[in-house]
Structure formats: C-alpha cells, structure tokens
C-alpha cells in the first residue's frame, strides 16, 4: 500500500507539476486513509492489497471524520484525495480488486454504524471470563468499559491507573483534541476493573513508576493494536468471527444507552462527538436485536 501511495505522490510531482506544499496535503490525508484501513481490517498489520477496501470500509472512515468533527471542507478534499489515488492505481491496472462502488462520492448512511446485539456481547464477554489468568481480567476488564462507555480505542490505550475514579463510578478519559471528559461506569464495569487492579494488574506490572491502566505481558502499555488483536482473538473463540471489531463495539454501545433512554446529549458527551447530529445518526439507524 505505501508503494502505491509513494508512486502516486511522484507522479503527482513529476507529471502533473504539483506544489510541495499540496503533495504534503495529500500525503497527509493518504496516510490517515491507509492507517485508518490496516486498523480496521487487519488491527494494524500493513494489507497485503488494497483488495480488502469495501463500501463499509469507506463508509466506516467517514464516520471516523466526521466523529473527530473535521470540517465539511476537510473531509470533502480528503475523500477526494482518496478517489485520486485510486483512479491512479485503476489507470495502472493496480486497482482491479477495489470495487467501482468506490468511485462513487459516499453519502452518510444509516448503515454505517454497524453493531452487534446485546446477545452477542453477552456472548463475547462470557468467552473471556472462560480463564483465569491475569491477561483473561484485563481482557474483561478492558472490553466490559469499552462497551459500556463507547469509548474509542485510542482513548481506551491511553488510560492510566489514576483516571479511574472507583469511589466516584468515573473514568476520565482524553480525546484527541487533549480536552477530557468524565464518563460514568456502571456497576459491573467497576467490579471487572476492581477486580483486574487487585488480581491482575500487579502480575503483569514491571514497573512501579508505569501510570497505563492495561498493560501488556511485558509490563508496557498496551498499544492499539494489541487492544485489536486481543478482540478479535476472543471474537473468533465466541464464534463471532469478523462482526466485532473495536468500532461496532462503540457503535452497539451508542445503541445500547439510546435503548435504555438516556438522553441525546448525554450520549454525545459520551461518546465525544463533536457535533449532535452525529450522535443523532444512532436514533435515525435501527438498533441491533436484543
């Protein structure tokens, strides 16, 4: 993928003249585009091709932009960029696998939140109360708050030990703007993350000075991709295959607290939108089945 997209960027150089200023432009919306991708299919391991781009993807990258409130202007050039790329690649005959569908300019639509039914969370997070092992409470620990909060997987990972209030039933989380905000927990979340800092964590600690509330198996915060992997492992044990990844997870969550009625507002704040009428594209879409 990096190849394609060095190739591209050269000849927007070498053959179209472009200005360094603008080739930046579009280098920088192209490598959000392609980690966007390697985290949404393959939990950060680099695609073999571009084969693995479908509508969903696209639709599910947009719903990213728009959640990290990019302005109408941004997004627009930057699927735009995306479009280019890929028109370069189909005129190298590079670009047989994406679909013509993505040729198309994307309009939000109801069925880009996908989510998964409370049933199957049941499900996912039984599969990972089956052990007992430190990594086993950190999982249920980990995966329990990232779908009772909707929290997003970078503020997930970036966690640390003292952002847990246990007392107040908070957890204060940092969005990608650095602005925070306080998300209640709900009982059962705060017994698994009670449960995980008494019995768990401090086997999986090297380091007394470490501040990560999760950890990996050598002691260091646990990284984006490691949350991925760690889910998806579970998933395919629960037997949900490729229906949970941390997105629907955040999804089903938004669904969840509109079932329960929690207000509008509330949700937003939440989830960290931005914008309302992101937040109000969950009331729009129909709910997971129970």
């Known amino acids: 993928m990096q190849k394609d997209i060095d190739d591209f960027l050269n000849y927007l150089r070498e053959e179209r003249g472009f200005s360094e200023n603008t080739i930046e432009a579009y280098q920088n919306d192209l490598d959000q585009l392609?980690?966007?991708?390697?985290?949404y299919t393959s939990g950060g391991d680099p695609p073999s091709d571009w084969s693995?781009?479908?509508?969903?993807?696209?639709?599910?990258?947009?719903?990213?932009l728009k959640e990290r409130a990019y302005a109408a202007a941004t997004i627009s050039r930057k699927i735009s960029a995306m479009k280019s790329l890929f028109k370069f690649l189909a005129s190298k005959g590079r670009a047989e696998n994406i679909p013509a569908a993505i040729f198309v300019s994307p309009q939000m639509t109801k069925n880009s939140r996908q989510s998964i039914s409370m049933s199957e969370v049941q499900r996912l997070l039984a599969e990972v109360d089956r052990a007992s092992t430190p990594e086993a409470k950190r999982d249920k620990a980990m995966l329990q708050l990232l779908y009772a909060t909707g929290m997003r997987v970078s503020e997930i990972v970036m966690l640390d030990v003292d952002d847990v209030d246990i007392r107040?039933?908070?957890?204060r989380c940092t969005q990608s703007n650095s602005q925070k905000r306080s998300i209640p927990l709900t009982e059962e979340t705060i017994h698994a993350i009670s449960h995980y800092l008494q019995r768990a964590r401090p086997a999986l600690s090297r380091d007394r000075e470490e501040p990560a509330l999760?950890?990996?198996?050598?002691?260091?915060?646990?990284?984006r991709q490691g949350l991925w992997q760690i889910l998806k492992s579970?998933?395919?044990?629960?037997?949900?295959?490729?229906?949970?990844?941390?997105?629907?997870?955040?999804?089903?969550?938004?669904f969840n607290m509109l079932r329960q009625g929690t207000d509008l507002r509330a949700v937003q704040y939440q989830l960290g939108h931005a914008n309302l009428s992101t937040t109000q594209?969950?009331?729009?879409?129909?709910?997971?089945?129970?």
């Open 281 to 290: 594209l969950y009331s729009q879409a129909p709910p997971p089945a129970p």
């Open 52 to 64: 693995m781009i479908n509508r969903q993807v696209l639709m599910s990258y947009i719903t990213d």
């Open 168 to 171: 107040a039933s908070h957890v």
């Open 234 to 254: 579970h998933a395919e044990a629960a037997n949900l295959g490729d229906k949970v990844t941390p997105r629907t997870l955040r999804h089903s969550a938004a």
């Open 34 to 39: 392609s980690s966007f991708i390697r985290e």
């Open 214 to 223: 999760f950890l990996n198996r050598l002691g260091q915060r646990l990284t």
